[in-house]
């Protein structure tokens, strides 16, 4: 089973940046083979779709953080990044890394990582 660990999360004011970590744990070579997202769930809200990044390195975002946040990977570390700008009180969540698809296959959710925007 594979085992996500998401890190880099804390408290910022808004205008500020973060960047998120998720390492998957596997086998090196596979982890490129899974398009993989950021989700957030903010308190009394569903999860949703932040930003994705396929196996060929194309993006897809959420209008809501479009030009603000960017994701990455790396490939040869199992990592999947989220690096967020311009940080608004709206993004206040917990973020989550995991296997991005269009049938809601995921593996087994990690703890996430605490943001939260606040003055």
């Known amino acids: 089973q594979v085992q996500l660990v998401e890190s880099g999360g804390g408290l910022v004011q808004p205008g500020e940046s973060l960047r998120l970590s998720c390492a998957a744990s596997m086998s090196r070579g596979f982890f490129s083979n899974y398009d993989m997202g950021w989700y957030r769930q903010a308190p009394g809200k569903q999860r949703e779709l932040v930003m994705a990044i396929t196996s060929g390195g194309s993006t897809i975002y959420a209008d809501s953080v479009k030009g603000r946040f960017t994701i990455s990977r790396d490939n040869a570390k199992n990592t999947v990044y989220l690096q967020m700008n311009s940080l608004k009180p709206e993004d206040t969540a917990v973020y989550y890394c995991?296997?991005?698809?269009?049938?809601?296959?995921?593996?087994?959710w990690g703890q996430g990582t605490q943001v939260t925007v606040s003055s």
């Open positions: 995991n296997r991005y698809n269009s049938a809601n296959n995921y593996w087994s």
